[in-house]
Nanobody
Framework: QVQLVESGGGLVQPGGSLRLSCAAL????????MGWYRQAPGKEREFIAS???????DYADSVKGRFTISRDNDKNTGSLQMDSLKPEDTAVYYC???????????????WGQGTQVTVSS
């Protein structure tokens, strides 16, 4: 059984910073892709950032220059450093991973339970 567990959400003032973490737990052979998504009330879930196993990063235009995604392949963890936060960044943030539980098998998609980030004065 594989689980993605997020942590690090909370309440922060505009201009502040938060760091989200995502831990992949269980039997894991490899993680091909890790990404972060968010969903604000009344809106669809949207892509924020991703990183491949070789370190290739991609960001949504709305967070470029403010957010930084990273991962630790040895520990099966990922993180999202969020700086210069704005009220419009308020949302539930989800970690996603495409991973293999056994070598030479197709990667499957897993999602975390989400963590709330609120940016407000």
């Amino acid at each position: 059984q594989v689980q993605l567990v997020e942590s690090g959400g909370g309440l922060v003032q505009p201009g502040g910073s938060l760091r989200l973490s995502c831990a992949a737990l269980g039997r894991i052979s490899s993680i091909a892709y890790m990404g972060w998504y968010r969903q604000a009330p009344g809106k669809e879930r949207e892509f924020i950032a991703s990183i491949t196993s070789t370190g290739i990063r991609d960001y949504a235009d709305s967070v470029k220059g403010r957010f930084t995604i990273s991962r630790d392949n040895d520990k099966n963890t990922g993180s999202l450093q969020m700086d210069s936060l704005k009220p419009e960044d308020t949302a539930v943030y989800y970690c996603k991973a495409d991973l293999r539980t056994r070598a030479f098998t197709p990667a499957r998609e897993y999602w975390g339970q989400g963590t709330q980030v609120t940016v407000s004065s």
